[in-house]
């Protein structure tokens, strides 16, 4: 990449792994595969450790939000998935869907996450179509 | 509404109440009282009812997918939030958080659910942006 | 609004009606009006009215791709009214569907477009989800 | 799949054929094949396959919204094609653009389609962005 | 709101004046108006306020992501607004909306924003429906 | 392609040469290539080739609205940019990015771009989930 100007795409996304890292994208590396108890990283972290204070921002956002709190692990891998695939974000699907399984998601479960899925864009559509007034009893 | 001809938009959309409705109708509305132990229906049903196929099938999809499963019945209505959100449709925002509400989600769940949908929705644009490649230990 | 500085919201958004509009803007509400056989302007040819070129441009677009073609009129509206619903585009629900019902869009009909529309929304939720790939005889 | 596990993310992907099917899936392919006058069944349904009722359901749902009603066949794909190329689906524009042309569509009214979901897409856009009120004449 | 019980939906989201919060919130205050340099906070802030760790989570980003950098104040507030309007969010268009004029958004700017979010939702729509191959040359 | 009867998929999607290009096509690839200065012409306009008036009605729109105005260059890129990845639209992400790049954008600056976009996101998600109500101060 030249000083000062333009960025060749593939440089800035091909995925920094940790032999080539430096060490406080190391360090990041580290804390993910404590955190998360795996001995890998996946791309996502990977690309945006092309700019060291994205991915220490975004992990401290993950770990927070996703971290042990008054949802359990699985319900909000679910949460997520059902965002991304309304997105329709093929990477965050396969991402989040391991992640799901590896919480535990049983096929049924999967199979009833999807059925929600695809019942809430249909009736969210329904709701923009007809101009769903909002019930006193829900305000 | 004339033969064969326009419809005004506001008669096709104004909620029909249960003292108004056919017997068709209202034997829907009874299944959805009885089945969500409910004395009321919400506008998404007394809108759909101008068409009582239309307000049967969405009773028996919607039955059949937020009933009793391997997800419990608050995770359900979380997944469905999540999609409504993304898609921004106030009236099932406001529709199913009551029903969120009504099944047990405290302000800390809440507070939870808004987090990952908004984090969610950050990553799958960085995922698109990156134009990310998916791990082959996702597959 | 100050030469070369801000703009205040409200100024540049409430619609110029005819009496209040220059020569080009008029020039071009008489053509909206005498191509769509009205005697008045929507909101939003008026509001874009601020800007003559966009005005023109955007006229010139809607008049090549809504004027009469392999397409009939009714079906060019139901197009853009499945469009505005899956974007959730209230202005445009209301706009579009006031025009197919003016171009003859009856009960039955609409009910099926909404119909139609929330189960794409649905069915494009689940291919997302389940990573469909595409059959060879599609290709 | 294991008893209350995970489930392999490809297992639950992989369409079923109807040599393979047991007889309550292959009974909906027949109703399928016998319903859309074809040989063959699309991935679509051969990835619900794995959840019988869901593929019972979808299929009731398909039969009833895209059946013979007040809005002819073709309309009915363009309408779903108008959907799902704004959802950005790509199995679905491939599986509906695939359904239109048997249908009949012909290159205009492709082409004339695909200009009208592109300028609803804009002027859906520009009605957010100048945050249009709904004329009077429209409610 | 009782203990591990459900949240009222107003409560919830009423925002929090400065005059009413606790100091760990106003903390946060503070330093949003010292570094916009304004003598108000908006709902966004004021509503997230129920949950001090998210209003610190999200400021924290917001003046990371928005402080100085190779990217000028305007064109910062330009790109958000694009998002903004694609996603048609109507509290952001208003808030970054007022963010651009503030940072000196002429009206001229103003006309030619909304043209290229509009041309852009158009073509995103195209390139959907035509499943335009990446040109060797863009790799 | 028939006459009046159904188009194949593939045909009406490959990029018409200039070599294989009548003369009212090349007349619009001349524009373009004069006009941005290169000496090729991407797909979307070989793809919409096939139909000459929208080729011609969309290079008139991209010329009217990223030509030199108010915005430079490099905004009217990145402006375009936040849309089509908002819109997961890979296309116009390759076909932008690149653009972007040639009128100088840094990696500087594409981190910052792609890190306001994933804000952004987020925030418009906040906004619908907590139904926030315009300050009026922006109104």
């Given at each position: 990449?030249?000083?000062?100007?333009?960025?060749?795409?593939?440089?800035?996304?091909?995925?920094?792994?940790?032999?080539?890292?430096?060490?406080?994208?190391?360090?990041?590396?580290?804390?993910?595969?404590?955190?998360?108890?795996t001995d890998w990283v996946n791309n996502?972290?990977?690309?945006?450790?092309?700019?060291?204070?994205?991915?220490?921002?975004?992990?401290?956002n993950a770990k927070e939000v996703m971290g042990p709190g008054a949802l359990d692990p699985l319900?909000?891998?679910?949460?997520?998935?059902?965002?991304?695939?309304?997105?329709?974000?093929?990477?965050?699907i396969a991402s989040h869907g391991a992640a799901a399984r590896n919480k535990g998601m049983t096929a049924e479960q999967y199979t009833e996450l999807v059925a929600i899925i695809g019942l809430a864009n249909e009736t969210n559509a329904h709701a923009a179509a007809l101009d769903l007034q909002i019930d006193e009893k829900f305000r």
């Open positions: 990449m030249s000083a000062g100007g333009a960025v060749r795409a593939s440089a800035a996304r091909s995925p920094i792994e940790y032999e080539d890292a430096p060490p406080e994208v190391r360090a990041v590396y580290e804390d993910i595969m404590a955190t998360r108890k996502y972290w990977k690309v945006l450790a092309h700019h060291p204070p994205t991915l220490r921002r975004m992990w401290a319900t909000k891998e679910l949460i997520y998935m059902a965002v991304s695939v309304t997105n329709a974000c093929r990477y965050c």
